[in-house]
């Protein structure tokens, strides 16, 4: 409350002894004023009883003739004090004569209700931040988040007319009004609401902060299996998981890429299941999972500009249609390299946040500085063994505990597809095995998912994905089948394939003893069908790593790429890139991917001395035995 003054000015109002006369804002109600209490009046009508006077615009009584001294008119102000509040609601005043006093202005404290105590026929008053904006054929829709929960707030104008045009997203507001039932959902309709500024907005902000800061803690949840290595990643995966429970507590959509293969849909459906069941229980709406969360594939290892324009313009369209925010963008199995950088760059003009989970070897001077989140078992000291599929699923655990059970499985999915040589395989495939799952099933999944995500390709495939991989799938029996259809139509795709490549691959022998196998896939493979080329290159190579029992490189190249796969050498596919770039002038080489797996792309017209230039760096590779398929195999379990 702010002090006016009457009377002495330079009075100390701690010191005053003065009688206190309030002066109520237009907005004050009964519940600002109490018995024994003088106001500042004016009158308001004059009746044959007495002089009936306002002391706000909700405050109004009777000054009966009795307790009058002097004669009024309409308009006229007084001093009264408040004699009594009847139980009907009505309001007696006595008109006060006061030598010397001091004025307080008081403003309006309505009782404010959190949203999560909202019930229907209530009238009541909220303060929070605006997160949508939406206007209807009718009214505007403002949702309103408090840090307690989320209410749509339904103000009308003129029908398909904006209301309030001075409030946008983001701001502090104060809305009153009624509490009706909407779809099975409280809903506001709005009397007032005003956008508030100042200490009062900051004060409120905080609240609102503290508030979904606590509600978007990540749960506890112990390993799957223990595992030092991936301990390292468990305090950025939770602070990730609160960071996504956070975005969706404050109503922000988040736009999900992923790599499509099945390390990357053993990543994304996961979190995808756990952030879309949280969506759910947060928001008041059916159709909030929809709206807030979309999860869609990229062919290529790393996030191009076709794909950063489809989601910047899906944004664009989203806030203009729906009043959203832009949304969070999830990068799962891909985003950490500097190919992705002029995506990115892109996306920095707007509001989006950027979030990376992946597990290829990572540019961090190139991305970290456009990324807000980062998470890669490379910059702990760790590689490519720890799959991004194996660290989503604690992801999605850490924001929805309650899908444990259905991911028991998953992790094991995830590395036999991304061909980890962790050593800690033998542990998640004991761990399938315990939910019903033998080594067996496990591949065939995998090589369902990579079938269904070769014809998917940009399509998120999302009922089909869940069936395959039995997560959020309703239908063991269905699953099942999926499978076995899927991996039958993927393995005879890949005995076509090769038997179309055998009679036209080349082999020699390195010298570092290993051996090297290639492939003109452009003149030898089937085009436009699976298996793709990468898919191609390492079927190819896991055969003759089966027939030699050697140390194996293979490579698959076209008019303008190459696909990379080694087993037992020590490649380091990141770093060959970088070399060949400076050293081959005008290759144009790009491209990256693990220490054994990876892609180039080179100018066409340069391949036969980009080609050359890496295999004389294979032949300087060192052997490695811990970098060979056979010694995980022997490790894990054979169910």
């Not at 899908?403 to 998953?410: G, N």
């Amino acid at each position: 409350m702010t002090a006016g003054n009457a009377g002495d000015s330079g009075t100390n109002a701690r010191d005053d002894s003065r009688s206190v006369v309030y002066d109520l804002a237009p907005d004050c109600t009964a519940e600002d004023v109490d018995v024994g209490e003088y106001y500042h009046a004016v009158v308001n009508g004059v009746v044959a009883y007495g002089v009936f006077v306002d002391v706000s615009d909700e405050v109004s009584g009777l000054v009966h003739e009795s307790n009058l001294d002097g004669d009024y008119d309409v308009g006229d102000r007084l001093l009264v004090r408040l004699d009594e509040i009847r139980e009907n609601g009505d309001i007696a005043f006595t008109e006060a004569t006061l030598d010397d006093y001091r004025t307080v202005a008081v403003d309006h404290q309505p009782t404010i209700t959190p949203i999560e105590e909202l019930s229907v026929g209530e009238t009541v008053t909220v303060e929070g931040a605006v997160i949508q904006i939406k206007q209807t054929a009718g009214p505007t829709v403002f949702r309103c988040c408090d840090g307690t929960g989320i209410v749509a707030c339904t103000a009308f104008e003129e029908a398909g007319v904006r209301a309030h045009p001075d409030v946008d997203l983001d701001d502090i507001v104060r809305i009153s009004g009624s509490v009706e039932e909407h779809e099975g959902s409280p809903q506001i309709e709005v009397e007032s609401l005003a956008r508030l500024s100042g200490s009062a907005a900051e004060r409120i902000r905080e609240r609102v902060d503290a508030g979904l800061d606590d509600r978007a803690e990540p749960h506890d949840v112990d390993p799957l299996v223990e595992w030092e290595a991936f301990e390292k990643l468990r305090p950025n995966l939770r602070e990730l998981a609160r960071r996504l429970r956070r975005t969706v507590l404050e109503g922000r959509p988040i736009r999900v890429r992923h790599h499509a293969d099945g390390d990357g849909m053993c990543a994304s459906l996961p979190v995808q299941v756990a952030l879309e069941r949280f969506i759910t229980a947060v928001h008041d709406d059916d159709d909030a999972p929809r709206h807030l969360i979309k999860r869609l594939p990229s062919k290529a290892p790393f996030y191009e500009m076709e794909d950063v324009t489809r989601d910047l313009n899906f944004a664009l369209e989203g806030r203009e249609r729906h009043g959203q925010k832009l949304p969070l963008l999830l990068m799962l199995d891909n985003g950490s390299t500097e190919e992705d950088v002029p995506a990115y760059e892109n996306l920095a003009h707007y509001d989006v946040p950027i979030v990376v989970v992946d597990h290829h070897h990572p540019d961090p001077d190139a991305v970290n500085g456009l990324l807000d989140a980062h998470v890669n078992p490379y910059l702990h000291g760790e590689d490519y063994r720890i799959t991004t599929g194996m660290m989503c699923v604690e992801l999605a655990r850490m924001i929805d505990p309650e899908m444990t059970d259905e991911l028991r499985h998953v992790p094991a999915v995830a590395g036999l597809s991304d061909r980890s040589k962790a050593e800690t395989m033998a542990a998640f495939i004991d761990l399938a095995g315990e939910a019903g799952y033998g080594r067996d099933d496990l591949s065939r999944i995998g090589e369902a998912l990579d079938y269904a995500a070769h014809w998917l390709r940009y399509s998120e495939g999302k009922t089909l994905v869940s069936d395959v991989l039995n997560v959020d799938c309703d239908d063991e029996r269905r699953h099942r089948e999926l499978v076995d259809f899927l991996a039958d139509r993927a393995e005879r795709d890949v005995d076509r394939q090769l038997s179309a490549l055998e009679p036209h691959v080349e082999h020699e022998r390195l010298e570092n003893d290993a051996h090297l196998y290639r492939v003109d896939l452009d003149d030898f493979a089937y085009r436009f069908t699976y298996p793709a080329p990468g898919k191609t290159t390492g079927n190819l190579h896991d055969r003759k790593v089966e027939e030699t029992g050697d140390p194996v490189i293979t490579i698959g190249y076209g008019p303008d790429f190459a696909v990379l796969r080694s087993d037992g050498v020590r490649l380091d596919i990141p770093e060959m890139v970088a070399e060949l770039d400076e050293e081959v002038g005008g290759g144009g080489v790009s491209g990256g991917g693990h220490l054994v797996v990876g892609s180039i792309k080179f100018v066409k017209g340069m391949r036969s001395e980009v080609i050359d230039a890496l295999v004389e760096k294979m032949s300087e590779a060192e052997l490695d035995e811990e970098l060979s398929s056979a010694a995980t195999l022997d490790t894990c379990s054979s169910d």
